[in-house]
């Protein structure tokens, strides 16, 4: 399947060139902002229907606390949902804030072995 010249899509009216790029976002930001927001519901709230402590779930609303598996497994039964997608968003957000921390630590270490003849 290929899609037509003339289906193309333009972004140029719509991306800033000069803008400063975003950096990673953290799973807690679209929790607050994708889910309880539109919903209505408090950190605390939340917290109460997964029965785990209110700081487990500020601490990821405020960046400072990763989403763990049990974490993602309340998060996807709560909101019907896969507990892939809990833990995907929080592992593209450790690996792209590694790239940005460590680029120039990796970048400049040695060659993986190579596969012999």
Known sequence: MSI?????????????????????????????????????LS????????????????GIIHGERAITADTALRLARFFDMSPDFWLGLQMAYDLETARVTLADRVDGSPVILQKAQ
Do not use: C, M, Q, W
């Open 4 to 40: 037509p010249g003339d289906a193309a899509v333009d972004y140029a009216e719509i991306i800033d060139p000069d803008a400063k790029p975003v950096g990673p976002i953290h799973p807690g930001a679209i929790l607050d902002e994708a889910f309880l927001e539109p919903l209505g």
């Open 43 to 58: 950190a605390d709230a939340l917290a109460k229907a997964l029965s785990v402590p209110r700081n487990r779930i500020t």
